[in-house]
């Protein structure tokens, strides 16, 4: 067996590419590693920008509930943001530090956690949306009758609601057809590792 | 003027590129999709260079990193790999001059290894690059007593799938 094994192996080994300009290829990934820089600071400036601009463009020195329902927004907004880099765009995935085994382990975490991002803290996210816009609406309509601001109140927390939700099932769903085969799958391997 | 990154990852492509090549192509049977794992390999070892810290041996720490690119690539091979801006034209190469009896016997020992289980066929593919088994065991997770078991095993398997020049 082992001299078959040995040619085998000679067989093996006999398979090479060929040379491709390594230049031209360090040189796209620089552009790939800028490209991904860039996104990155884009997604950490964004956050803080919108949050800068809702606090210029309203009043929330005129009105405590103003001021309130901006650090809701903004606390909401910092949390999922977090969420996201935690969840996503981390540049180091440990591929270099983990064996297999512990490697899938990881993996299979943090898709788990990508799910449990959209099943469950998008939720909250939308509970703390709509608790800081009802709370501005609530001072911005107080000149407004009762029936008026009931309604504009209702109209305002269902549409978000709905949205929200539409959106969410929707993620959750592509997430079903992407995240769920692969999980299963590496969850697979780690089972087959004791065969 | 390069930079030491860029001398670093030349070298370690020079010296590596050949069995990462026969790694892809171990994991996955369409060249299109090899090229791709190749890629998203390379990717990963250029974004990681800068952490390496001689904490281990630099062939061990590279395997890692294929190994672990490699086996969740297959899990997610219908989903599109993360892609690097690449130039054209950077095909992987088809084996040079093979004989057709040896193109055959190449192409049985692909499909042989495909068929194995994902640990196997890191096993398998580490194994014919004559990896010793403390480093088999470092990049699989498993102690190296249960890769001896599974070695022999894989062996034969592979060996019988085969069965070259008809011993």
């Known amino acids: 067996m082992e001299n078959n094994f040995e040619d ?18 360090m040189e796209g990934l ?4 800028v490209k991904q820089r860039r996104e990155m600071i884009f997604m950490m400036l964004i956050t803080p920008l919108t949050i800068g601009f809702l606090f210029w463009s309203m009043p929330w020195r005129e009105s405590i509930g103003i001021a309130i329902s901006l650090y809701i927004i903004a606390f909401a907004m910092i949390w999922v943001l977090g969420l996201t880099l935690r969840s996503k765009v981390r540049k180091n995935d440990s ?7 512990d490697y899938l382990k990881a993996h299979i975490k943090k898709l788990n956690f990508r799910y449990e991002i959209a099943r469950k803290h998008m939720y ?8 800081a816009l009802n709370i501005s609406y609530y001072i911005l309509l107080e000149p407004l009758n009762v029936i008026s601001r009931v309604g504009i109140h209702l109209t305002l927390t269902l549409a978000i609601l709905g949205f929200m939700h539409w959106q969410i099932k929707r993620k959750v769903k592509k997430y ?8 299963e799958q590496m969850k697979g391997m780690l089972e087959r590792k004791g065969d | 003027m390069k930079h030491r990154k860029d001398l670093e990852f030349e070298n370690l492509y020079k010296t590596h590129k050949d ?6 192509l171990g994991f996955v049977k369409d060249r299109e999709l090899a090229h791709d794992l190749f890629q998203e390999i390379l990717i990963k070892i250029w974004r990681h260079l800068d952490s390496f810290r001689s904490e281990s041996e630099l062939s061990t720490w590279i395997y890692r990193i294929a190994y672990n690119t490699a086996i969740t690539f297959s899990a997610k091979e219908k989903k599109k790999p993360e892609q690097a801006e690449l130039p054209n034209g950077m095909d992987l190469a088809e ?4 004989s057709l009896e040896q193109e055959l016997q190449i192409k049985k020992l692909y499909e042989a290894i495909s068929s194995l289980a994902e640990t196997d066929r890191v096993i398998a593919t580490l194994l014919l690059e004559n990896t010793p088994y403390k480093t088999i065991a470092e990049i699989t997770g ?6 001896a078991v599974k070695v022999n095993r894989i062996k034969a398997s592979l060996t019988q799938l085969l069965n070259p020049y008809g011993k």
């Open chain 1, 8 to 25: 085998i192996q000679k067989l093996w080994q006999a398979q090479k590419p060929i040379d491709f300009d390594i230049n031209s290829l």
């Open chain 1, 30 to 33: 620089r552009k790939t590693e």
């Open chain 1, 95 to 101: 591929s270099e530090r983990f064996s297999n085994s």
């Open chain 1, 124 to 131: 909250a996210y939308t509970f703390l949306l709509i608790l």
């Open chain 1, 176 to 183: 079903d057809k992407e995240l769920k085969p692969m999980i």
């Open chain 2, 19 to 24: 069995k990462i090549f026969r790694l892809c």
């Open chain 2, 95 to 98: 084996p040079e001059n093979n």
């Open chain 2, 142 to 147: 498993i102690t190296e007593n249960y890769v």
